[in-house]
Every structure is written in structure tokens, then in C-alpha cells.
């Protein structure tokens, strides 16, 4: 069994509203001094009968074609197990 | 400047839909031996003018009081100097 850690997060330059709402929350909770927050996905994909080397192919596949939207996006992952 | 990283992740147990959604997506594209799929949020907070424990103070109530909703969510947080 495999366990993959997959972040997806928007691109340098990419506008993050959310990230933005979540800014202005915690400032209207008195927090000070934050600079910038971006939010991202976290994605734990658990795969059975694969070895190590196919599971990084095809994570790397899997957020190619869905996962991530590359066009705004970047991903990484790690493979446990 | 700190820079921490938040991972929020559902609980075990707590049903998840929008990973259930990403694993019949991802069948439908031909991939196999996919056991399970969780959707998380990761968010990256930068933040000025504190220590690092000041940081790790604070990042831990945001989480508590707005990030993660504790009753059905857990979170864990990094803290880079």
C-alpha cells in the first residue's frame, strides 16, 4: 500500500481571492502582521498493488491530467510507503 | 518573516464527497488500485514582525478559532524561520 501527499497551489502571480478572504477574517480578529496567505490543496491518495517507482508515474500523471490545472497551477507530491 | 504551512485534512471517518468525486473521475480516466482519496486544504501564511514561537502561538489559534473547523476537521502546522 501507497500513500501519496499531493500539494496543489496557485502560481506566483495568480490572484488568490480566497486566500484574500481568509486575510481579511484574521484581521477582523485583531491579528496583525500577516503579510500574504495563499490557499492551496492537499490531496492523500492511498493506492494498492503499486510499486513505488509506478506510483510516482502515475501521480505525476493523475495530477497532470486533473489534479492540478497547470495553467494556474503547480504541484509537487511525496510517496510514502 | 515566518512562513508557516497549515495542513487541514478531514477526520477519519468523516465522509468526504469531494474526494469520492476525484477517485470516480480518476477511474473513469483508466487508473486502477486507487483505495482512497482525501481532499484537504493547505494554506501558507507569511507573516512579519514575530518570533517563532510568537508565530507558532498564533498560527495554532487561527487554526482553532477560524482555519480548521475542529469538530469534523484536524490540522497540523510547520513553521519555517
Not at 2 to 29: C, F, N, S
Not at 36 to 42: A, M, S, V
Amino acid at each position: 500500500m501507497i500513500k501519496a501527499k499531493v500539494y496543489i497551489t496557485l502560481k506566483k502571480g495568480v490572484l488568490d481571492p480566497q486566500g484574500k478572504t481568509i486575510k481579511q477574517a484574521l484581521e477582523h480578529l485583531e491579528y496583525k502582521g500577516i503579510e500574504d496567505i495563499r490557499l492551496g490543496k492537499y490531496i492523500e491518495i492511498t493506492l494498492n498493488g503499486k510499486s513505488k517507482s509506478e506510483a510516482e508515474r502515475e501521480i505525476k500523471d493523475m495530477c497532470e491530467k486533473l489534479l492540478a490545472n497547470t495553467v494556474i497551477e503547480d504541484y509537487r507530491f511525496e510517496i510514502e510507503g
